[in-house]
């Protein structure tokens, strides 16, 4: 999974993501694939591990996430698509949580 993240592989991405790879695993410097994509600045192979429930909170080397690697590399497009990604995340966990509250009141 690291070397296809590395180098922008979204297609095997999908497959080793179908066939159960775990999307957290951690490379020897404790990267995960979302952070080796991001700081790459590979946006389909972003887009293919989050979709596939990649932690944008999770951090790699130097404590960076994958938003800190991203824009250390100057990777503007890919941290906008995480930033994106994130608001509708936030977004939607908002609408969930009112919908439990409604659905408890009755």
Known sequence: MAIAATNGHHHIVDVLLHAGAHVETRDGQKNT???????AGHVSTVAALLAGRASMEAKGQH??????????????KVATQLDNW????????????ANMGKAGGK
């Open 86 to 97: 994130a608001a509708k995340k936030a977004k939607a966990d908002k609408a969930q949580t």
């Open 33 to 39: 694939p979302l952070i080796l994509a991001a700081a």
């Open 63 to 76: 404590g960076l996430t994958a938003h800190g690697h991203a824009s250390a590399n100057a990777h503007s």
